[in-house]
């Protein structure tokens, strides 16, 4: 079983930045990769990102790429998903959550979910 806890949402200004944070416990070592996840009101979740543990692959959602950047930490555990060039449009809940098996951005694909973090982007 792996643990997760986010931190680091919050309220900012258009074309402003965030930095989250993951921290992951338990069983890591199981999972394949950590991917980033983001849940508007009444939309469904949608794929942000994704890297995995080992190697220095990155996967980036289209409406991302170019303005987040998905980093990991091994040593403490940790992936990051650093945020530029916030929209309104990114507003909604960040979910980190650890790859269980199948595509990278599904999220059926992944097992344990941390409890989300709150990014508001005002205009």
């Known amino acids: 079983q792996v643990q997760l806890v986010e931190s680091g949402g919050g309220l900012v200004q258009a074309g402003g930045s965030l930095r989250l944070s993951c921290a992951a416990s338990?069983?890591?070592?199981?999972?394949?990769?950590m991917g980033w996840f983001r849940q508007a009101p009444g939309k469904e979740r949608e794929f942000v990102a994704a890297i995995l543990w080992s190697g220095n692959a990155l996967y980036y959602a289209g409406s991302v790429k170019g303005r987040f950047t998905i980093s990991k930490d091994n040593a403490k555990n940790t992936v990051y998903l650093q945020m530029n060039s916030l929209k309104p449009e990114d507003t909604a809940v960040y979910y980190c959550?650890?790859?269980?098996?199948?595509?990278?951005?599904?999220?059926?694909?992944?097992?344990?979910w941390g409890q989300g973090t709150q990014v508001i982007v005002s205009s």
């Open positions: 959550a650890a790859h269980s098996s199948g595509s990278l951005s599904d999220a059926p694909s992944y097992k344990n």
């Open positions: 338990g069983r890591t070592f199981s999972s394949y990769a």
